[in-house]
């Protein structure tokens, strides 16, 4: 990237100021808006949209001041605060995408997610408001804890157990999850597969245990045999993220804070996030 960059994909503001032509937000309004700011809705999608990723290919949140197409803002609803209006547009839309767009989610079914960061934690929130049953997997027991006191139906520890998906099988009598929301990645695909039900569908987004060129190693028969659906996740358009920020309107939920930095402690929220040592997300804040 660039030296000049400014950093951060989400965030909110109120806005100051509509260019001409604008309709559909006066001064005053309070708003996000979508990564890629030019991923509107369904079947807009394509390698365009990457040109307009905010705080990666165009300049993002971490100002005092920023300039944002009007048709990728959003309007967040009065109920929802500042910390998760901030901290909502790329987990929510990415979550809404796998889980509910793609994988259908519904009541009754089990959706598996791994870690606690914050795509885990929002699948965790949005599954329960849907009615589904939720599995995590985690190394740390305390984080376990958390996710337990949140509603996770299953909590798996894959230190204690590195066959993490037989310990999850095990726990739910046989039964695989219908949706995964893959934040692990190839590097153990294996058992992801292993833990997914029939006809189960994985939304895979992320590379926890690697990175994004690993190249997977798995039984084919395991797909095929369970008539298994696989889907790449490259966040979530404009509309996933108004979808799942209503549901968290409706239902008052409140993203996971960790901890927040002021402006002048950028540093420090990046380096305390690469620490992994959070739970759920990292904030900084502007002072009014």
Request: aromatic share 6%; glycine share 14%; charged share 20%.
């Amino acid at each position: 990237l660039p030296e000049s960059r400014i950093p951060l994909t989400d965030g909110v503001g109120v806005v100051e100021q509509v260019g001409e032509g604008v309709t559909g937000f006066v001064p005053g309004d309070r708003v996000i808006a979508a990564n890629f700011t030019s991923w509107l809705g369904d079947g807009g999608y394509g390698f365009h949209v990457f040109a307009s990723d905010l705080g990666v290919t165009r300049d993002g949140w971490l100002a005092e001041k920023i300039v944002l197409p009007a048709a990728a803002a959003i309007h967040v609803p009065g109920s929802i605060s500042d910390a998760t209006a901030a901290s909502t547009a790329v987990v929510a839309g990415t979550v809404w995408h796998a889980m509910v767009a793609f994988g259908q989610a519904k009541a009754g079914d089990l959706v598996l997610t791994q870690g606690t960061g914050g795509v885990a934690l929002c699948t965790l929130q949005l599954a329960k408001a849907l009615g589904a049953e939720v599995a995590i997997t985690s190394s740390s027991e305390d984080k376990l804890a958390r996710v337990r006191a949140m509603g996770a139906d299953f909590a798996i520890n894959y230190r204690k157990r590195p066959d993490w998906a037989a310990a999850l099988l095990e726990a739910t009598g046989g039964r695989g999850a219908d949706v995964v929301v893959d934040t692990i990645g190839f590097a153990q695909f294996g058992q992801t597969l292993a833990a997914t039900g029939i006809e189960g569908r994985i939304g895979t987004l992320g590379a926890l245990s690697g990175t994004p060129q690993d190249k997977a190693d798995f039984d084919q028969g395991a797909l095929i045999g369970k008539n298994i659906t696989i889907k790449g996740i490259a966040s979530g358009h404009r509309g996933m993220i108004e979808s799942a920020l209503g549901v968290m309107a409706q239902h008052h939920i409140d993203m996971v804070i960790d901890r927040a930095f002021a402006f002048e402690e950028a540093p420090a929220a990046y380096r305390h996030l690469l620490s992994g040592a959070h739970v759920g997300k990292v904030l900084v804040r502007i002072s009014d």
